[in-house]
């Protein structure tokens, strides 16, 4: 069964499409690990300091 993304997932999803950048690209920008971000999108590890980049960086709300 295909992982589900969580809202803030959903949200950070959204964003890199409007910025036209892969999630590989927006990770080596911010130096944040691949497999950090996908475990934040799909909620499979909380990983709060790297949360709040991915939010501060992409200007979403943290909760979303």
């Known amino acids: ?5 969580t809202p803030f997932g959903l ?3 959204r964003k890199l499409l409007e910025l036209s950048i892969t999630q590989k690209e927006f990770c080596q ?7 950090r971000l996908s475990e934040i999108v799909y ?3 909380i990983a709060r300091r790297y949360k709040k980049e991915v939010a501060r960086a992409l200007d979403i709300n943290i909760s979303a």
């Open 11 to 13: 949200a950070v999803k």
């Open 43 to 45: 909620g499979d590890r």
């Open 1 to 5: 069964m295909a992982k589900q993304l």
């Open 29 to 35: 920008r911010h130096d944040i690990p691949m497999n």
